[in-house]
Nanobody, 125 residues
Framework: QVQVVETGGGMVQAGGSLILSCKVS????????MGWFRQAPGKEREAVSY????????HYSDSVKGRFTISRDNAKNTLTLQMNTLKPDDTAMYYC??????????????????WGQGTQVTVSS
């Protein structure tokens, strides 16, 4: 059974930092590309970042580029999102996801097969 568990969310003031982690089990982690998505209240879920299975390729949404960094440790089956210079607009539930074997575009929810339950990030002004 595949399990995807996000941790590290919390409350932080604008300008602060948080590190989100995602632990994956039940699949061969180093054969899956991974992504982070987020969903703010009243809004659709949106892609935040992507990393290929080897870690050599990354993508970011324009809204977080230069502030967030995605990384992975295949030996520990762990995905990380370092979030710096946080803004109130970053407030959302953040989700970790494993992209399906057939690929698909990195910023489409439909490309991802396995999802975590999410971790809440709240940024106060």
């Amino acid at each position: 059974q595949v399990q995807v568990v996000e941790t590290g969310g919390g409350m932080v003031q604008a300008g602060g930092s948080l590190i989100l982690s995602c632990k994956v089990s039940g699949l061969t982690f180093d054969t899956y590309d991974m992504g982070w998505f987020r969903q703010a209240p009243g809004k659709e879920r949106e892609a935040v970042s992507y990393i290929s299975r080897t870690g050599r390729t990354t993508h970011y949404s324009d809204s977080v580029k230069g502030r967030f960094t995605i990384s992975r440790d295949n030996a520990k089956n762990t995905l990380t999102l370092q979030m710096n210079t946080l803004k109130p607009d970053d407030t959302a539930m953040y989700y970790c996801a494993a992209r399906g074997r057939f690929g698909g575009i990195w910023n489409s929810e439909a490309s991802y097969s396995y999802w975590g339950q999410g971790t809440q990030v709240t940024v106060s002004s």
